[in-house]
């Protein structure tokens, strides 16, 4: 019997975001036919992360697709891992540098230059293990990019992405903003709101997904002390960034 690799996600109320999704799912199918794939989700849409536990068995491993540390989701995810020991979780897929990577192709898609003031925007990161994975995000994306990246956030303590976006202008150049966001919809809307001379598209865009994104999510799954590496049932853990 394969094993189970269970994608899982917030949810999206926007087509064009439920499309990404589902085709970064498929993307990883067909890349590990040696796994069964299946999504889940902790809000909008289902099957719910508990509900995918509670129909599948035998060894599970849960990848969190998010970007940086939502504890809402975190909590979600653990309490469902815990109803079966067979399920463990990996790390969440970012920060990373394969991220990075994705994102100034994203930038050079989105026609960036050089000279522009760079801006990355994130969702709300409410927390300051989530404004730290911001920050790593954002430094990542500036060792890549060859540049200075600033932060703006939709929410939390960090800077407004608004406020952001004003004082990027202050070095009287373009303001390109790097969207830091899986998939499209009203989390991007909120972000093109924000006044930005150019916004990038999601890490999805809707298109086929970035080969390096399938080849992060298959890292997760078979990374070190994550599920698939461990003998015998392995246990309920979440593991470390």
Known sequence: MN???????????????????????????????DLDVVDAF???????????????????GVVPLMLAYDRPVSVDIVQASHLDPAVTV??????????????????????????????????????DRAVSDVGKAARLLSA????????GTLGGPDTPLADAVDVARAYGKRVVVSTYLL????????IVAAGADVVTEPLLDGGPPDQRLVSLVLARARSRGGWTSVGG????HLASH
């Open 183 to 190: 998939t499209p919809g009203a989390t991007h809307d909120a």
């Open 144 to 151: 890549v990019w060859g540049g200075r990246v600033h932060v």
């Open 3 to 33: 094993r189970t690799l269970i994608l899982c996600a917030h949810g999206s109320d926007s087509p064009r975001g439920r499309s990404a999704f589902a085709g970064l799912v498929n993307a990883v199918r067909r890349e590990a036919q």
């Open 42 to 60: 902790v809000d909008v849409q289902v099957p719910r992360i508990a509900e995918v536990v509670g129909e599948t068995a035998g060894p599970r």
């Open 233 to 236: 049932d392995p246990g309920p």
């Open 90 to 127: 990996t790390a969440p897929l970012g920060p990373d540098w394969v991220l990075a990577e994705v994102g100034v192709r994203r930038l050079f898609e989105a026609g960036a230059r050089a000279g522009d003031t760079i801006v990355l925007a994130a969702d709300a990161a409410i927390d």
